[in-house]
């Protein structure tokens, strides 16, 4: 089994260019660097459709990661509520 290869931005974008502005196809692209010709089709895809390009692992939007950091604070303050209830609950059994 062969390990995941990953690829800088500047890569994918020299890839990219060599496709639109200088006329390669995609599987010459590809070939030319070492790469699967449909990769470099599926990053020409990400280029022109302008979204997020090149989101790579880890990295996430601005609408993904303020979900990320809201579920945590979420789960921080379900906890720390747990935390009172138990608290609570002893320190009603403990009578003087």
């Known amino acids: 089994m062969s390990k995941r290869k990953f690829y800088s931005q500047e890569f994918k974008r020299e890839a990219v260019s060599l496709v639109s502005d200088q006329g ?12 699967r010709g449909n990769l470099v089709g599926r990053w020409k895809r990400e280029f022109e459709s302008g979204d997020v390009v090149f989101q ?9 990661e303020r979900i990320r950091d809201l579920e945590a604070e979420n789960r921080r ?4 509520k747990d935390i ?4 609570t ?5 403990e009578k003087p």
């Not at 303050?77 to 720390?80: Q, T």
């Not at 609950?89 to 059994?93: G, I, P, S």
Request: net charge positive; hydrophobic share 45%; proline share 0%.
């Open 24 to 35: 390669y196809s995609c599987a010459e692209a590809g070939r030319s660097l070492g790469v």
């Open 56 to 64: 790579g692992n880890g990295k996430l939007t601005i609408d993904q």
């Open 77 to 80: 303050l379900k906890m720390e």
């Open 84 to 87: 009172l209830k138990k608290a």
């Open 89 to 93: 609950a002893f320190f009603v059994l």
